[in-house]
């Protein structure tokens, strides 16, 4: 028996771009439906429920960037942010808004098929891999079946990208990866084809504010120039 396909929702006010991805993602066999602003958007989340968001920044009635925060308090749902924007902080600002990735308009629509696949591949990659079994670096503790994240006995709350980052790190202490790697392994992206690194520097930034503190013997991510980063756990 066949699976059901997976839903995508394409929130964009310009109806050109709108209408050729939702004809374009149908054509690929998933179940497509679509908004025009942030309202009928938040309309169609609710009772769609997709698994993958392609939110545009620019709306009419609201601002992408709080859309997709407001989505992600709701369900673990993907967002593929779309934007005109070209300046590095509008990409930073969507990712500490919780956003999975970015794509510039204009776009190949080879390029979309590519990075919805990626990100799909992640979904699938986050429900097979969970371990039952919890991690723990010091006085960090990661339950990857329930996805929660305790620092110093304290609950702390992570997005989807953040938690699978950390867990990763968690999984491979004082394990020096570079970017790439990273990228491969969270964002499910082959290492030649990564694109801008930029993404895994701010969600890093995010993760050390909600992990390091004056705690002792806590894990710290250390930067290796030029490189990546390494979580060192004491012992």
Known sequence: MSSDPTKILVVDDNPAIRNLVHRFLSQKQYQVESASDGQS???????????????DVNLPDALGYN??????????VFVLMLTSRTDPEDKAIGFRKGADDYLTKPFDLQELEF?????????RMVMTNAEPRKLVAGQITIDPQQRQVWVDEELVPFTTLEFDL???????????????????????YDESSVGDQRVVDVHIGQIRKKIESAVQNIAKIKTIRGFGYRLDVPS
């Open 67 to 76: 859309l997709c925060e407001e989505m992600q308090k709701r369900t673990d």
């Open 115 to 123: 990075r919805v696949g990626a990100l799909l591949k992640r979904q």
């Open 166 to 188: 950390l867990n990763f790190l968690v999984a491979h202490p004082n394990e020096a990866m570079s970017r790439a790697k990273l990228i491969s392994a969270v964002w499910a």
């Open 41 to 55: 958007a938040l309309e169609v989340f609710e009772r769609f429920n997709p698994t993958l968001v392609i939110l």
